[in-house]
C-alpha cells in the first residue's frame, strides 16, 4: 500500500501537519519495520516526525506495530523489570547495570534491552560485559534474581534498522522514543523510562497512561534510565497506566556526592559497580531511592 498518503498528511511542516490515528500510525511503523518501503521514504518518515513531534495515540500506534513484530521474551511469575539502555555514557560513568544489580538483588528480574546509537560514547553493554554479562543470542527466559541483556537487534531487526538511520541523518526519530516505552516481555513488566527535556516527561506520561503501561518516568542520567547519582529527580510511577507520584525533586545536588569514578570507561565504570555491590563503596542515595520506588511498584502491581 505504501506510505506516501501518510507523509502528505505528517510532512506539511510544524504548523501544518496533521496527526494520524493510532490505526494510521501502526499501518505506517509497520511497513517501515517490515521494509517494505524505500529508503528515501524512511528518510522522509524521520525527518517529517522530527519536526511535527508525536502525539500520545501516534506513539501508541507506533508501539502497537512495534509489539506486534517484536521477538518477545517469555512472560516471568513476578513481573519483570525493564531498562532500556540508548544513550550511553558521555560525562558520568553508566550505572544503568547497577540499577539492574540491585533490582536483582532484591530477587527481581530485570531485562536491559538496548544498542548502540552513536560512536563516541560508553553503552550499557561495554560496562555489562565488563561485569562478565554477556549478551543474550537467543531470546530466553528471565530468572528471579537475573540481568539479562537482550540487543535491539535480537528483539526486533526492523526497528535496529530504524535507530541505526540516526547514524546517517544525523536526527533522532520515533524509534528512538519508543523503544524507551516498549515492553519486550510477553507478561507483564514494570518499563523504566527516562528523557532529557521536560516537555519528553508530558509527552511520554501521556503515551503511558493510553497504554495502560506499569512505568517510572524520571529525567535519567544524560537520557539513561538511572537516576542521577549527584541529585535526587521526580520519580513518576503508572500501575495500568494510572499516575502514582513517588519522588518529588531535590532541588540541586547532594549535600555529599558519591566518590564516583574519574573516568567513564567500561572497566572503571565495572569496577566501580564491583565495590558498591560488595559494600566497599556506598550506593548513591539517588538510586537507593530509586530502587526502594520500584520495588514498592512492582509489589502494587
Not at 490515528?21 to 517501515?32: I, M, T
Not at 515492553?183 to 508530558?202: K, Q
Amino acid at each position: 500500500m505504501g506510505i506516501t498518503h501518510y507523509l502528505k498528511e505528517i510532512g506539511r511542516g510544524k504548523d501544518g501537519a496533521r496527526s494520524l490515528s493510532r490505526e494510521q500510525a501502526a499501518d505506517l511503523l509497520g511497513q517501515v519495520l517490515d521494509g517494505s518501503v524505500t529508503d528515501l521514504e524512511v528518510g522522509a518518515f524521520c525527518l517529517a516526525m522530527r519536526v511535527k513531534g508525536e502525539t500520545a495515540p501516534e506513539m501508541a500506534g507506533f508501539l502497537d506495530a512495534t509489539h506486534a513484530r517484536m521477538n518477545r521474551l517469555p512472560a516471568t511469575v513476578t513481573p519483570m523489570v525493564v531498562l532500556p539502555s540508548y544513550n550511553g555514557a558521555r560525562k558520568l560513568p553508566g550505572l544503568t547495570p547497577l540499577l539492574a544489580l540491585l533490582l536483582a538483588r532484591e530477587g527481581l528480574p530485570v531485562l536491559i534491552h538496548g544498542t548502540a546509537t552513536e560512536s563516541s560514547r560508553v553503552f550499557t553493554s561495554e560496562v555489562l560485559s565488563a561485569l562478565d554479562i554477556p549478551a543474550q543470542v537467543a531470546i530466553k527466559s528471565v530468572a528471579n534474581g537475573e540481568v539479562a541483556f537482550v540487543p535491539t537487534a535480537l528483539l526486533c531487526a526492523g526497528l535496529q534498522r530504524l535507530l541505526d538511520v540516526r547514524r546517517v541523518i544525523g536526527l533522532r526519530n520515533p524509534a528512538h522514543s519508543l523503544v524507551k516505552l516498549m515492553n519486550p516481555s510477553l507478561g507483564r513488566s514494570l518499563v523504566v523510562g527516562s528523557y532529557t527535556h521536560p516537555e519528553y516527561a508530558l509527552s511520554m506520561a501521556a503515551t503511558v497512561e493510553l497504554m495502560g503501561t506499569d512505568a517510572m518516568l524520571l529525567r535519567g542520567t544524560e537520557g539513561e534510565s538511572v537516576a542521577d547519582a549527584r541529585r535526587v529527580p521526580r520519580m513518576q510511577g503508572f500501575v495500568a497506566g494510572r499516575s502514582i507520584d513517588l519522588q518529588e525533586s531535590q532541588g540541586g545536588t547532594l549535600a555529599t556526592l558519591p566518590d564516583l569514578p574519574a573516568q567513564i570507561d567500561a572497566p572503571s565504570t565495572a569496577a566501580y559497580i564491583r565495590r558498591v555491590m560488595a559494600g566497599d563503596s556506598p550506593v548513591p542515595a539517588p538510586i537507593v531511592f530509586q530502587v526502594a520506588h520500584l520495588v514498592r511498584l512492582i509489589s502494587l502491581m
